[in-house]
């Protein structure tokens, strides 16, 4: 376990810090608040589970038990029972310093108010820590601020072309999102284009090959890096350029490989990571670990109406370090989606299975 102090002014900032260096996983063992002729500084003691030792440690250990000779362990437990019951032991211990660190955070607030509505940010899935931030305005309903929560620019095709790539796993929504975006812009007046190099899936072009279609919008599969010169040649036009891509899993980097070639072709302004809300939070922090080999730029979240715990999606962009863009809320095109802000944000989370109580 490595254990770690973090210092700053404020206690947010400490807190932040701890999030930004160890991610939502952290626990926090210990706060102290320490008096001096500048007002004081805050001291957080963070701890981080190591999920698994080193490959040379522990090939280190194994050859060191097979070298030892067999000993008599007629009235000794099972190893498997021994490491079952550490790990159990472990686990309440976790769980634990959890819902100690979540007490401390909300006896910190400084009215009952604030702490209900902390216990309401906790109850829709944002990590303890994020509420303690976040309560103070979303007791006021005022927009919601976080010195670790970004927020994307608008997409502004006026001001020039747009190239934007959307990623993300398999079935997360991002043909439905980016036919969304293309209804949306070209009903403005915007000429697009739709790219997809989904093209080793059956079916994968269908889909939007189907919605361009309908609303009369160039579509342009792209199997091969050479065929991308032609594509710009065709679109270029095009005041935005939308490009789906293969679903893909951190099972399956083969996939991931393959397809940053055909990205890189299309010189893209944007990359979006697109997750949907109704996925597990830790299946998603673990498919967020690999938008670094990609260079997304964004994070989208679609699937807001099938998730009863909306905000998961405050932890993924922090952990990942992201700014927010899109949302989308169903199925419908080009309806059901909107852009994230602070106030968005406020608002999705407050009408969320009602209002918390004020």
């Not at 079952?84 to 310093?97: F, M, N, P, S």
């Not at 932890?315 to 700014?323: E, G, H, Q, R, Y």
């Amino acid at each position: 376990m490595r254990i770690k102090v973090y210092t700053a002014p404020h206690l947010h900032e400490a807190l932040a810090k701890v999030r930004q260096d160890m991610g939502p996983e952290a626990l926090i063992l210990d706060r102290q608040q320490v008096k001096d002729a500048n007002g004081g500084m805050w001291h957080v003691h963070a701890a981080l589970d190591n999920h698994s030792a080193s490959p040379e440690k522990s090939d280190e250990r194994a050859t060191t038990q097979l070298a030892k000779p067999v000993l008599n362990t007629k009235n000794e437990p099972a190893p498997e029972a021994t490491s079952d019951a550490t790990i159990d032991r472990l686990e309440r211990l976790v769980v634990g310093l959890s819902n100690k660190e979540s007490a401390s955070l909300r006896n910190a607030l400084a009215s009952g108010r604030e702490q209900e509505s902390f216990d309401h940010l906790m109850r829709l899935g944002v990590a303890a820590t994020y509420a303690f931030d976040m309560a103070g305005d979303y007791a006021v309903r005022k927009p919601m601020g976080s010195k670790t929560l970004q927020w994307s620019r608008r997409i502004n095709p006026d001001n020039g072309r747009n190239t934007i790539l959307f990623s993300g796993p398999s079935g997360s929504g991002k043909t439905t999102l980016i036919a969304k975006l293309a209804a949306h812009y070209s009903l403005k007046g915007i000429r697009v284009a739709v790219i997809s190099t989904d093209t080793e899936r059956m079916g994968g072009l269908d889909a939007l090959k189907a919605y361009c279609s309908t609303l009369g919008i160039p579509f342009y599969p792209l199997k091969k890096t050479a065929e991308a010169k032609k594509i710009h040649s065709d679109t270029h036009s095009a005041q935005l350029l939308l490009i789906d891509t293969e679903g893909w899993s951190p099972r399956r980097d083969t996939c991931l490989k393959r397809q940053t070639g055909l990205w890189d072709a299309m010189d893209c302004t944007r990359k979006i990571m697109v997750i949907p809300a109704n996925m597990d939070e830790e299946d998603a922090m673990q498919q967020l670990s690999h938008h670094t080999a990609s260079d997304m730029t964004d994070i989208a979240f679609s699937k807001l109406d099938e998730t009863q715990k909306p905000g998961k999606i405050v932890n993924w962009s922090i952990s990942a370090k992201l700014p927010m863009s899109y949302c989308s809320f169903g199925p419908e095109v080009p309806e059901q989606m909107g852009w994230l802000t602070a106030q968005t944000l406020t608002t999705l989370l407050s009408k969320h299975s009602g209002a918390a109580t004020a």
